[in-house]
């Protein structure tokens, strides 16, 4: 099964999660099918917090992929901020 989920970066005490579409099988850091966006939680000043390219996350969720509970909430957030 293809998922949606958060892979892990960044240094110690300073995590940066990239937003990637994996096989379930592989590990949480492993190889990814593609790169959708970017989360950082302690962004600051004028960095942004979040971006992710909802055309191709539309594209996997129509192919079956099947997003984490963190991802859905994160895609929800980033829907409304492109909204307003």
């Not at 958060?6 to 099918?33: E, N």
């Not at 004028?46 to 909430?73: F, H, M, N």
Request: proline share 4%; net charge positive.
């Amino acid at each position: 099964m293809v998922s949606i989920r958060l892979s892990r970066g960044g240094a110690k005490k300073r995590p940066f999660y990239h937003i990637v579409v994996t096989d379930s099988r592989s590990r949480r850091d492993g190889r990814y099918l593609e790169r959708l966006g970017f989360f950082n939680p302690i962004a600051t000043g004028g960095e942004s917090k979040l971006r992710i390219d909802l055309g191709r996350a539309d594209y996997w969720l129509q192919q079956g992929a099947q997003p984490s509970a963190r991802v859905v909430t994160l895609m929800r957030q980033f829907r409304a901020t492109a909204a307003a």
